[in-house]
């Protein structure tokens, strides 16, 4: 359903992407972890049309990203780092406009604004302007946007940034019920204890270069040495050891 085939994308002699191959299916939520510059915010902005790749081809169900960006965005959410609104409209108004740029009739969008104001706990403050939003309202109002059309791959980065614990569980919770759905999910994160309880498979990101992709469990056999949590995992994998007290 989204595949990466090959694909590098470079910045002068930079190579942020390098020859990455992914294959996701439906029903799955795949946690892209690495650290800062790894390259999974490119992988990201390649995957929802923001960059191009410089080689290789992505595939959202049967259609290129880069030769059929329309059809690809009525198959694509995507709730990025940081949050934006338009200030000037209140919650609602702005899940309605998202709505309409997606050509949904009227009774259907009424219905779509409806249900993600629902799932996401929206109707105490959707009809206040955004502006007057906390972090954690921006950011569950832009997940409600992200899923109004119902998008066959949900893609996610950084999620978790500025939650409270109720906003996280909710969210974690609504990734993992929309995976288990039928929807693919790709998050990526810093947040290793939540890819570690939510994914089905994650990836790790060292150099632009995928440096292991599969379940957890298939991590800590592959280092049994290393310890049982992500976090060690994953630093014995980039090979920085235990983080120090």
């Known amino acids: 359903m989204l595949r990466f085939d090959n694909v590098t994308r470079t910045y002068g002699s930079r190579v942020a992407v390098d020859h990455l191959t992914l294959s996701l ?13 790894a390259g999974k915010t490119t992988t990201i902005k390649m995957l929802v049309g923001l960059l191009k790749p410089s080689s290789g081809t992505i595939y959202v ?10 059809e690809v965005s009525r198959l694509v959410g995507y709730v990025p780092d940081l949050p934006f609104l338009y ?63 119902q998008p066959d791959v949900l893609v996610v980065d950084e999620p978790m940034v500025g939650l409270d614990p109720h906003s996280i569980r ?6 993992k019920s929309y995976s288990q759905s039928g929807k693919i999910v790709l998050m990526s994160t810093h947040t290793l204890t939540v890819a570690e ?23 800590r056999s592959s280092i049994p040495d290393a310890g049982q949590s992500l976090e060690s995992l994953y630093l014995a994998l980039m090979g920085e050891g235990e983080p120090s007290e």
């Open 197 to 219: 309880e939510i994914a089905d498979r994650v990836g790790v990101m060292k150099s632009g270069k995928i440096v292991f992709e599969g379940k957890v469990e298939e991590l």
């Open 170 to 175: 909710l969210v974690k919770d609504l990734l």
């Open 25 to 37: 299916e439906r029903g799955e939520l795949f946690a892209l972890l690495g650290h800062n510059g």
């Open 87 to 149: 200030d000037k409209l209140s919650g609602r108004e702005f899940l309605r406009f998202v709505a309409d740029m997606y050509g949904m009739p009227e009774a259907a969008a009424k219905e779509a604004v409806d249900r993600e104001a629902e799932r996401f706990q929206l109707k105490d403050f959707q009809d206040q302007l955004t502006e007057s939003y906390s972090h954690g309202m921006r950011q569950r109002t832009v997940f409600a946007a992200a899923m109004i059309h």
């Open 61 to 70: 169900g049967p259609y290129d990203v880069t030769h059929n960006p329309r």
